[in-house]
């Protein structure tokens, strides 16, 4: 089920959380924790129910290995450290079976020269977020930094359905003191105001300039044979804001759907596009991923600890991890790559005290991002290659016929006189758009600190009413798309 749906916006989110209510009123405070709990399951599994059992059985897991940890009477035959590593290996090698067995098989065939048939599996949904978060907990067990053993309060840290399908990554002590806390069981009226309206500025965001943005997006990627400049250009800002918009939007709709049930999910986006350096840019972009992997790998790795050296081993190898969680590919593995080779440098850069003009250590940061996320998002190394062709000129310069009298002088460096988007059907439209969404990222605030000096007004209202209008029309006209980061 799609937070951008009919049937989650219209039932499913106002049933849920009247029932949710009702029983808490009444006193039935088991029952409201274990009807939220089918809830976020139902909602889990309209997508498919065939992989239910799949997280069902991985909670039960991770549960019993988490109450182990915490219990020293059962650590007399096994160490905890090594039911830590089990854990995290069965968990990793479920992940793996799933998202990386075709990847595996097919570079094993290209290797070797075999002929081994892919399985071709279909992705459980939310599989890599629920794997990191319960991975996450195991960890928390062992350091002993969780209290709740029951497993209907673990259930409901795992599935709480707002921020099951795509984050963000929670722990468990975030979470279960706000189920537990007796006042966020009462209806709170400004938290319902406050959530209605992060969740309209997020699904906003999403109906109306992400799935805007994708159409460019997959015209230049997946469907134009060649690409000139503006073309590409236009075609890697396309995702570029695609892809924050979309992400953002979500992460806007989890959160406000969180508040309506008085849970605050910790913040996931604070303008990652202001940022000025690329390590200011992974402070500010999936912050809870950011948090779990600096947490989780490179400090165990030994972070910055052992020498510079060490240090950037643990960094790039951290990243490179992080390119295989988003996806399995030889594309998210090199942008992974990227990224970890962006913050070694700029660790060296910093340590040689050089300092850039803000604007123009904005202006690298942004740039360098928006070429790796083309690696991001090629579906083939060709069609990166393709895009960044186009981007540095190889495959030419067209220019605006109406132009041509006022800048004849390109002509003599390769530039030719025509249809800019004749290989893209795109027309002028993106240059706004991407204009636009320069202004909106860059000078306004955003959802988190509008959310922070939140009143509610007539603005608001009108807002709602905007998105819900956008919503409306974008679905009778049969324009239904998924947030990007289902695929990861």
Request: aromatic fraction near 20%.
């Amino acid at each position: 089920m799609l937070f951008n749906s009919f049937e989650f916006i219209f039932i499913f989110l106002p049933a849920t959380f009247f029932i949710y209510f009702y029983l808490n009123k009444k006193k039935l405070t088991e029952a409201s924790r274990g009807f939220l709990v089918v809830s976020s399951l139902f909602f889990y599994s309209w997508w498919n129910i065939v992989y239910l059992p799949i997280i069902l059985l991985s909670m039960l897991f991770n549960y019993i290995i988490g109450k182990s940890l915490t219990n020293e009477k059962e650590h007399k035959k096994v160490s905890k450290k090594t039911l830590l590593i089990i854990g995290i290996i069965i968990n990793l090698s479920l992940l793996a079976y799933f998202k990386y067995s075709d990847f595996f098989i097919s570079n094993l065939n290209l290797v070797v020269n075999t002929n081994i048939p892919l399985l071709h599996l279909v992705l459980p949904l939310a599989i890599s977020f629920f794997t990191f978060q319960q991975i996450a907990y195991l960890v928390d067990s062992y350091k002993k930094e969780t209290k709740e053993y029951d497993f209907l309060n673990y259930a409901l840290f795992v599935t709480f359905f707002p921020q099951l399908i795509a984050g963000p990554i929670v722990h468990h002590k975030e979470m279960m003191p706000q189920f537990a806390n007796n006042k966020n069981k009462i209806i709170n009226y400004n938290n319902i105001a406050l959530g209605i309206f992060i969740f309209s500025i997020g699904l906003f965001k999403k109906v109306a300039i992400a799935d805007t943005f994708a159409i460019w997006a997959t015209n230049g990627f997946d469907h134009a044979q060649i690409l000139t400049f503006f073309e590409a250009w236009a075609t890697s800002l396309s995702y570029t804001f695609q892809l924050y918009f979309d992400f953002s939007g979500y992460t806007d709709m989890a959160i406000g759907a969180a508040l309506l049930f008085n849970i605050k999910l910790p913040i996931n986006f604070n303008s990652p596009y202001k940022a000025t350096d690329i390590q200011d840019f992974w402070r500010r972009w999936h912050i809870t991923l950011s948090r779990f992997l600096r947490d989780y790998i490179y400090i165990p790795l030994g972070g910055n600890r052992k020498g510079n050296f060490t240090t950037t081993k643990n960094l790039m190898a951290t990243f490179i991890l992080g390119g295989i969680w988003h996806g399995a590919g030889w594309t998210f593995i090199f942008w992974g790559f990227l990224h970890g080779a962006a913050l070694i440098i700029h660790r060296i850069w910093s340590q040689l005290g050089f300092k850039l003009n803000l604007f123009l250590a904005w202006f690298i940061t942004f740039n360098f991002v928006n070429v790796a996320w083309v690696f991001f998002r090629a579906k083939e190394w060709e069609d990166a290659i393709k895009v960044i062709k186009g981007m540095i000129g190889l495959n030419g310069f067209v220019i605006a016929e109406k132009f041509e009298k006022y800048l004849s002088s390109f002509k003599s460096i390769g530039a030719t006189f025509g249809q800019v988007t004749q290989n893209t059907n795109f027309g002028s439209e993106p240059i706004g758009w991407i204009i636009v969404s320069f202004i909106v990222v860059l000078m306004f605030k955003n959802s988190m600190q509008v959310k922070d000096k939140f009143k509610y007004s007539l603005y608001q209202t009108i807002f709602i009413a905007i998105s819900i209008w956008v919503f409306y029309f974008k679905s009778i006209s049969g324009i239904e798309s998924q947030f990007l980061y289902f695929n990861f």
